[in-house]
């Protein structure tokens, strides 16, 4: 079956660095490969997604992410942390039936 | 209306009461969902519909329901509700021609007592 798999339920960071939240995925068909971001008391927006194209995902907010089939690895990377990135990231994999599977999510702090 | 709405934003309920969550959408998406969200499980799928007049089970549907009379409502209702399902709800919707990119409500807050 397909999952996603976060690596660490809580990262924190000082502003100005590197943002690195891990993902791995576990797929038997080539991946579509999303990430979302929530802030507080809000819904689910997305960041970026991979869907066969460049391996390299350029999203919103200076966010990226590399597939990387050889690790089974989507990780979502930010040069310079804001304070305003912090908020709960969440890994998702899509399934037949054009449904999505999800991480447990990653929350991230950024420290001043 | 802009994207996808719910009701109500959110809701305290006795154990053994019927709820039902509201869901629109006006993206005219061919497909719905439904997803609790609890603190460490990230979120599960409920109930889902491809299409309007078609629905299926995700991973925790047990409790719930929900109808697809039309291609924008997406209602889910708890026939008799109980403490553990206490959770956030979201609704999501997405056009399944496309990457499968789903786009999601701003989610209901239910507190089963």
């Known amino acids: 079956a397909q999952s996603v798999t976060q690596l660490g339920s809580h990262v924190s960071v000082s502003e100005g660095a590197l943002v690195l939240l891990r993902c791995n995925y576990s797929?038997?068909?080539?991946?579509?490969l999303f990430w979302y971001v929530q802030y507080p008391n809000q819904g689910l927006q997305l960041l970026l997604k991979y869907t066969s194209a460049a391996t390299l995902v350029k999203g919103i907010n200076g966010f990226e992410a590399e597939f990387k089939k050889s690790e089974t690895s989507f990780h979502l990377t930010k040069p310079s942390a804001h304070m305003s990135d912090a908020a709960e990231y969440f890994c998702a994999v899509r399934v037949s039936g054009n449904k999505l599977v999800f991480g447990a999510g990653t929350i991230l702090r950024v420290k001043s | 209306i802009a994207g996808i709405t719910q009701a109500p934003t959110s809701q305290i309920l006795a154990a053994g009461r019927r709820m039902t969550l509201r869901c629109t959408q006006d993206m005219r998406h061919n497909a719905m969902y439904w997803y609790r969200q609890d603190l460490g499980l990230g979120l599960r799928l409920i109930h889902y519909s491809n299409t309007a007049g078609t629905t299926g089970k995700g991973e925790v549907p047990d409790g719930y329901s929900v109808s697809r009379a039309n291609t924008d409502d997406f209602p889910l209702t708890l026939a008799s509700a109980v403490p553990s399902q206490t959770s956030v709800y979201f609704c999501?919707?997405?056009?399944?021609?496309?990457?499968?990119?789903?786009?999601f409500g701003p989610g209901t807050r239910l507190t089963v007592l």
């Open positions: 999501a919707s997405s056009d399944s021609a496309t990457s499968g990119e789903q786009f």
């Open positions: 797929s038997s068909v080539p991946p579509y």
